[in-house]
Nanobody, 120 residues
Framework: QVQLVESGGGLVQAGGSLSLSCAAS??????MGWFRQAPGKEREFVAA????????LYAESVEGRFTISRDNAKNTVYLQMTSLRPEDTAVYYC???????????????WGQGTQVTVSS
């Protein structure tokens, strides 16, 4: 059974940094991703990484500010967020594909989400 548990959300001022973690169980050699959903908006892709090679993919809106990484020994994926903006405010979700192909779509497993709020 796949389980994804996020942690690390909170309130931060604009320009600040925050790190999210996603502890995964029941999966291996999958692609892991982060998505976010702001109030009144659709869920959007943020970043993704492959367990095996660490190859990553980013949304244009976060490229250069966010970094996704993984610790295979801990089965944990991280999202380091810097230079945060008010428009980054959203519920952030960890997700996993049922595949090792790096893409922004078709993620099968989802965590419950963690709130990130960036004040101006």
């Amino acid at each position: 059974q796949v389980q994804l548990v996020e942690s690390g959300g909170g309130l931060v001022q604009a320009g600040g940094s925050l790190s999210l973690s996603c502890a995964a169980s029941g999966i291996s050699n999958n692609v892991m991703g982060w998505f976010r959903q702001a109030p009144g908006k659709e869920r959007e892709f943020v970043a993704a990484i492959t367990w095996s090679t660490g190859r990553s993919l980013y949304a244009e809106s976060v490229e250069g500010r966010f970094t996704i990484s993984r610790d295979n020994a801990k089965n944990t994926v991280y999202l380091q967020m810097t230079s945060l903006r008010p428009e980054d405010t959203a519920v952030y979700y960890c997700a996993a594909r049922d595949s090792s192909v790096l893409t922004t779509r078709t993620y099968k497993y989802w965590g419950q989400g963690t709130q990130v709020t960036v004040s101006s």
